[in-house]
């Protein structure tokens, strides 16, 4: 079957004449800038308008003045590729942008030069539709499925609200619906069925998924690659399912939206079918026409065909700005205003939890937060670096009342459950231990959404499956929002479980994605330390890498204090004159590894220095004065020792120092022959300490 190609969207059904004249400002916005940027996709914009255009004018709760009002609707833009959608909803709308400290500042959030830039450097509009670069753009999309799996913490961290603020005589502080429009690509990414399926689960009423169903994808037609029967799939996860037979039918698209609006026991699916404009005909058989720029001239015949003078270009005729404010201005504006006008009364009745959303929303901690974090005495045998962290989390999760989060099944080996709270389900949504199901990839996507609403949403599993979830997690650093991800099991020290449930690589994967802070904590008062470090980020995503064994809790009177993990990295045990012939550098398990090797040298009268390295983002975030006077530059006798891919360590230890790390996969046996076998022992770290001295002497 060829894929049907229809370049003139059919003029839609919309009985008012200025919602078809600003349906096609849309879409001649979309031909316009893609066609300046020679790149993009100006087909499936041109195709959605009038599903976008109906939802954002007729019912999306949203004032263009304040888009970050707590209670709006959140609208998504799934298949980012379709970006100037977004982008000429955002400028017609005339959304207002929004500094740092989320105040409104009466400025565009995209202006007609912006659109004029659309994939230009410094233009709001990039090609992919960026949360935090432009206002109003609620979550970062453009690798599919992402969106529809942001939706979904949306609609989680908008259930769980409610149910903690929504109070007797204020039913409906929290009670926003999220919408997300998504493409076929979105339907076939094994994400979406994740994240569709734990929708379905939690029943989450106020979530509404609308597919683009144009059949048909970069190759061609779905026919391809993809015959699922989406309506009967998503029937079988418990949505509603809505079918809309064509883009254009405003009738049709409204009686969807009501269907949505109505239904209050399941998400909905609306399936849209629509037809792309993908260029002219000579073009439709080469390679790539789709995803191209229509060209001058098929612009020319389009622009005819909607009655547009031919020649104009990003031409806003008269009275579509005023079509937006007559509606979706003016109905937002008085919904919010409504809004803020009750939460003076809610102020006045409920206090403390009026507080605590004010805080929420300006990412702000309760005071006291951190008061019941334990420290920990010495102790050999120590603990494992997850069960410390079960226990600050317990205790911090006291104290901080939106810290929502659980495990992708794993929470009884993360400890990441939170001791006397209800799980967050369908029916019980004030319940703050979240069940993910093995949903990795879903895990990463709802925490990212999650956290554009601003409570904060942590979620963990075993570090090998780190890489499951990775596209969420390099889209959180991305969009520098702070969520906290507890990785476990993290080495060749899980021993019996062998290659495949060992780390190797995800150690350095992490630390190369930019902003992303990879704690791996030495022992219990390290993790105590981390936690205390990562609560407070605004706009650091977070990972801790901890054990499944046992770690000594080190002695602080006899070294350093753990506080100095703040800075990344710090002298733990030194030299007596501070002057160092070589320098033991480790992370996590291994830095009792470095100890003793230290207390051995130290006896055979050598002077070594332990460096205890948790993070080296922090570390690279300090100034050249403290790095130097950690790693000093005339000491290049220089160890590091992690169980892990030596990757990267050369940057510490210089070309000539030594890495003991692991070059290839573990091994299934018990950790003590593991441990012997891939050389993490005292003697071995002492040994290449000496062979350090000696290379560096010559
Ligand atoms: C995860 C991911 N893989 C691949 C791509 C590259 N890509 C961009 S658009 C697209 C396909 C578009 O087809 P569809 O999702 O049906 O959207 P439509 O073109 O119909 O709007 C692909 C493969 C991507 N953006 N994300
Ligand atoms: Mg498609």
Redesign the pocket.
Known sequence: MSPERNTKQPVSSAKDPMDALAINTMRTLAMDAVQAANSG?P??PM?LAPVAYCLWQNHLRYDPGDPVWPNRDRFVLS????SMLLYSLLHLAGVKSVNEDYEALGTPAVSLDDIKKFRQLHSKCPG?PEYRLTSGVETTT?????GVGNSVGMAIAGRWLASRYNQPGFEDIIDYNVYAI????????GISHEAASIAGHLRLSNLCWVY?N?R???EGS?ELAFTDDVAERFMAYHWNVVRVGDANDIELLERAYHTFLETNDRPTLIIVDSH?AWGSPNKQDTAGA??EPLGEDEIRLTKKFYGWPEDQKFLVPDGVYEQFRKKIGRRGKELRDAWFQKLEGYKAKYPALADELYKIQHRELPDGWDKDIPSYPADPKGQASRNTSGEVLNAVAKNLPWLIGGAADLAPSTKTLLKNVDSFEAGSYGGRNMHFGIREHAMGAILNGMATVKVRPYGSGFLIFSDYGK?PIRLAAIMELPVIYVFTHDSIGVGEDGPTHQPIEQLPSLRATPGLMVIRPCDANEVAEAWRVVIPQKHKPAAFILSRQNLPTLDRSKYAAASGLAKGAYVLADAPDGKPDVILMGTGSEVSLCVEAYETLTKEGVKARVVSFPCWELFEDQDQAYRDSVLPPDVMARVSVEQASSFGWAKYVGARGATIGMRTYGASAPLKDLLKEFGFTADRVAEEARKQIELHAR
């Open positions: 996709h087909g499936t195709a298949c980012g590729h379709a992919h453009g690798p599919l499925g992402q998504c493409s076929d690509g979105d339907m076939m990414e683009d144009n048909i994808t970069i779905t792309i789709h995803g596209t």
